[in-house]
């Protein structure tokens, strides 16, 4: 039996095919893997080590840091920054951007945003948790200081983008705009294996993903979609399945791999949603889009939103371009 073709082997084979390719990206994409992997140990013991609990900081957000979240983000800075190809990055749990100012750092190609530990409070009930990251090649002149523009990029000039859902087992999923690859972990030879090669979003679904527990806060195109997707109606196989965990990329690769919507629209406690533009919804909807799905706002394309904020918030429905376009319909229709 051959055995399937581990990450490393797939990211080198695959870096030849790019022109003028230096490797830097291989590189850089090797930092996230090992990252990965020292992440999953400890979230796999993670009910057993004292790292659960609270670590009394709180994040941008002003949510309760978890210690894993902590953890989580200095492995993945200390991965990036452990090699060359990166001049800063910018994550969920720090307010500002970080540069790396060496000269060895000043002088790198790419960026990274990255939320190092999506859905971090259901690690203490055992739900899957995700890291996000997306990748850009930086804007300003080489040698200087990384600047806020470099991380203020559209998510249409991404060069690369995936997550890690850390779950019954272990994957990385990721795209560099030549379709989307997944591979799953074995912590017994910790080896990533490619398992799900140029996955492919279906066309539609019959599951919705959404917090219905915010219904009455939601726009009213949102509470008709949802009316929709629970009809009677065996010709379209509705009702649709309801299916949210609380963990983003639990539930859109669970949507990705068996077709479906996820949803966090704006509401009128949170005007513009819950999920931030920059590494949430630019990473996923680059892999969406890569692999045949929709991702916008209700109205426009999430890759091509200018961002002006590093932590600004955007509403988000990601899925089946025929789940997605439906309910644009209604948000046409009913705002
Ligand atoms: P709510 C986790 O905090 C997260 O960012 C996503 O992973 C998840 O889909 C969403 O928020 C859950 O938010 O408001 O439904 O609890």
């Known amino acids: 039996m051959n055995l399937p073709q581990t990450l490393g082997e797939f990211i080198v084979e695959n870096q030849k095919d790019f022109p003028y390719a230096s490797g830097e990206l291989s590189q850089l994409l090797s930092s996230l893997r090992i990252a990965a992997k020292v992440v999953n140990r400890e979230i796999n013991k993670a009910g057993l080590a004292d790292i659960l609990g609270i670590a009394g900081a709180e994040n941008v957000q002003g949510e309760a840091q978890m210690k894993l979240d902590v953890f989580a983000n200095d492995v993945f800075i200390k991965a990036l920054k452990a090699r060359g190809e990166v001049c800063g990055v910018a994550s969920e749990e720090n307010e500002d951007y970080i540069a790396f100012r060496d000269p060895i750092h000043s002088t790198s190609k790419y960026v990274v945003l990255i939320d190092p530990l999506d859905g971090s409070s259901n690690v203490d009930v055992n739900v899957s948790v995700g890291t996000i990251f997306s990748i850009y090649r930086r804007l300003s002149e080489p040698g200087t200081p990384v600047q806020l523009e ?165 509403p988000f429905f990601i899925g089946s371009v025929e789940m997605v376009e439906k309910a644009e319909e209604f948000m046409a229709q009913f705002g």
């Open 150 to 314: 470099d991380f203020l990029q559209p998510g249409n000039l991404q060069v690369a983008a995936g997550y890690i859902v850390y779950g019954s087992s272990t994957m990385l999923v990721y795209t560099t705009g030549r379709g989307v690859n997944g591979f799953t972990y074995d912590p017994s030879i910790g080896s990533f294996y490619l398992s799900h090669p140029e996955m492919q979003f279906p066309r539609s679904g019959k599951i919705y993903s959404i917090n219905e527990g915010n219904y009455v806060h939601f726009p009213d195109g949102v509470k008709k979609y949802i009316k929709y997707c629970q009809e009677l109606d065996p010709a379209t196989s509705r009702p649709y399945s309801s299916r949210y965990i609380g963990s983003l990329v639990s539930d859109f690769h669970r949507n990705m791999l068996k077709g479906g919507i996820y949803i966090y629209p704006k509401g009128t406690t949170s005007p513009n949603g819950k999920l931030r533009l920059l590494y949430e919804c630019n990473p996923l909807a680059f892999i969406a889009e890569q692999a045949g799905g929709k991702a916008t706002n209700g109205f426009d394309r999430i890759l091509d939103i200018q961002p002006n904020a590093l932590h600004q918030r955007v």
